[in-house]
């Protein structure tokens, strides 16, 4: 099956930076999506985004398709953001999600 | 809120037990989706059902089996329950096969 590869594991970083997400995956997709799973264990669909580049307000991901990756994009973090990023995938026909390990992300004050 | 619903949302069982998660999908959705989540094998796809029908198996032990009505409400049954069957257990829904929205969980825990 295909392989998905999130870093960095874990990010600490202060209210107000930026933060470059990656997701890696070893096949071709059909399906990507970014989560964010906040404290209390929702899972909150942020893209769904197999190719190109999509924006909402202060979170932006961009896929390349052609070499395997995908980036999100966090701008001016606020501790709300705080929680875990996964990324997710499916190469296609009658296919769950998988899921990588996901990035760790605390905001601090 | 997804508009996906599980029930309940905490389970509290013994090891030998069985139990039943209850799913209603968003309106109109017709695919279901199981999916569990544990801190030593992460977020892992079981099973899917398209209109009443399976149409994709996961990690899917045999000890679990789940269903989708009708209604397109699905059940997910987990049996024979062990101490490592304590996760968080989501279902999720979708229209397209595009975006997949998930439900809230339902966090089970086996002692």
């Known amino acids: 099956g295909i392989q998905v590869e999130q870093s960095p594991p874990d990010l600490i970083l202060q209210e107000g930076a930026n933060s470059t997400l990656r997701c890696n995956f070893s096949d071709s997709v059909n399906n990507l999506q970014w989560f964010h799973q906040n404290p209390w264990g929702q899972l909150i669909n942020l893209f769904y985004i197999p190719s190109g580049t999509k924006q909402n307000g202060r979170l932006s991901a961009t896929t390349v398709a052609t070499e395997r990756y995908s980036l999100l994009y966090i701008s001016s973090s606020q501790t709300t953001d705080s929680g875990v990023y996964f990324c997710?995938?499916?190469?296609?026909?009658?296919?769950?999600?998988?899921f990588g390990k996901g990035t760790h992300l605390i905001i601090q004050p | 809120d997804s508009g996906v619903t599980q029930t309940p949302k905490h389970l509290i069982t013994a090891t030998g037990q069985r139990v039943t998660l209850r799913c209603s999908p968003r309106s109109g959705d017709l695919s279901v989706y199981w999916y569990q989540q544990s801190l030593d094998q992460g977020l892992q796809f079981l099973i899917q059902y398209y209109n009443g029908e399976e149409r994709a198996k996961g990690n899917i032990l045999e000890r679990f089996s789940a269903q989708q009505f009708p209604d397109l409400h699905s059940e997910l049954n987990l049996s024979s329950l062990e101490l490592g069957d304590s996760a968080l257990y989501f279902c999720?829904?979708?229209?397209?096969?595009?975006?997949?929205?998930f439900g809230e969980g339902s966090w089970l825990t086996v002692v």
């Open positions: 997710a995938v499916s190469g296609g026909g009658a296919d769950g999600l998988t």
């Open positions: 999720a829904s979708s229209a397209t096969g595009n975006t997949i929205y």
